[in-house]
């Protein structure tokens, strides 16, 4: 006897193995917003490294424009300029492994947070959040070897901010851009 074309497909059913798609995504799920806090840091550091190349910039044009009532620029004078290049450079370096989500940044991202924790309140505060977010349980994960593998493997998952994150970010926003129009104004004004 045939089979009724009417009869629904059999199929035998098996459970996913372990360490399968849907596991990444919980995983990923998981530590979704631990990913986008530690992304924010790398901002944090290319931030600052943008403000180390507008210290170094002023340096120079400082030392570019020595009016003669003034010493001649010295070697001396050339070394904070230096250290300034060596900070914006590890700024952006760190930057750039934070919002990768590299390993290797939490030697270095440690290194920049922890003479951080002396700037007491905002800076023991904001360094010591960067800590956390390192070396806490979640952190641990997210720069450890194979969460890349599952972000690579999980690319539809998405984070979502809420309305309080969009208007915290608005916020900080709009006081970043008043900062820089005091600044501009500030320096037109000499």
Do not use: C
């Not at 023991?124 to 070897?145: A, D, E, F, Q, S």
């Amino acid at each position: 006897m045939s089979a009724s074309p009417y009869t629904p497909p059999q199929a035998a059913l098996v459970d996913a193995p372990p360490g399968s798609h849907d596991d990444a995504v919980a995983i990923r799920e998981a530590h979704l917003r631990h990913e986008v806090q530690l992304k924010s840091v790398g901002l944090l550091y290319y931030l600052g490294g943008i403000g180390m190349a507008a210290a170094i910039v002023a340096g120079v044009l400082g030392v570019i424009e020595h009016k003669p009532a003034q010493p001649a620029p010295t070697a001396a004078m050339l070394v904070p300029l230096l250290v300034y290049v060596a900070f914006g450079a590890g700024a952006f370096a760190v930057g750039y492994g934070f919002r990768g989500l590299r390993p290797w940044v939490k030697i270095p991202g440690t290194i920049f947070a922890v003479p951080g924790l002396i700037s007491f309140p905002v800076g023991t505060l904001i360094n010591g959040w960067i800590l956390y977010l390192i070396h806490g349980r979640k952190g641990r994960t997210v720069l450890g070897p194979d969460y890349r593998r599952i972000i690579a493997a999980t690319p539809q998952v998405k984070y979502r901010r809420g309305v309080g994150e969009w208007i915290v970010l608005g916020l900080l926003l709009a006081l970043l851009l008043g900062v820089l129009a005091l600044l501009v104004a500030t320096t037109l004004r000499r």
